[in-house]
């Protein structure tokens, strides 16, 4: 195996879709793997993926090293579109953002036992449109695996 990195989006999706559910946290939000032909006012997808692996001669023991290091970094988007102004959509899109996180903490080896997944950073965007506002929050969500 090359990369973990997109199996661990994977996991982190369905994890995610498992709270889509009537009564649940993300009930009425979409979550896709990706961003959608036809979105809904109120939408988590994702994004790009990048990771890194350090060189054998970096890790512990060179290239007889038992461990590797993969540090996937999956972009998550909270989109919001259902907002009379732009700081109340942005105040939902942190809402939600604050779900995904709870999320993401109850379970940081959701990817697997040698595998760390956590909020490492982010960015926002916002826009106004003749219909409503739209609010678009990224997370740079990164597991961080040994294989």
Known sequence: MTTAAIANKRTIFDRFARYTGTGQALDGVQVEYSYPGNPTTTLVYGGRITFEQPADDEMPGGSDAALALDVATIWVWVRVASQPTVRDA?????????????????????????????????????????????VHLGYRITATAYV
């Open 90 to 134: 942005e105040a939902e899109a942190e809402r939600i953002g604050d779900i995904l996180g709870s999320i993401l903490r109850k379970d940081p080896q959701m990817c697997g036992p040698q595998t760390w997944v956590r909020i490492a950073g982010g960015t926002s965007d916002a826009q106004q449109n003749d219909e409503a506002p739209i």
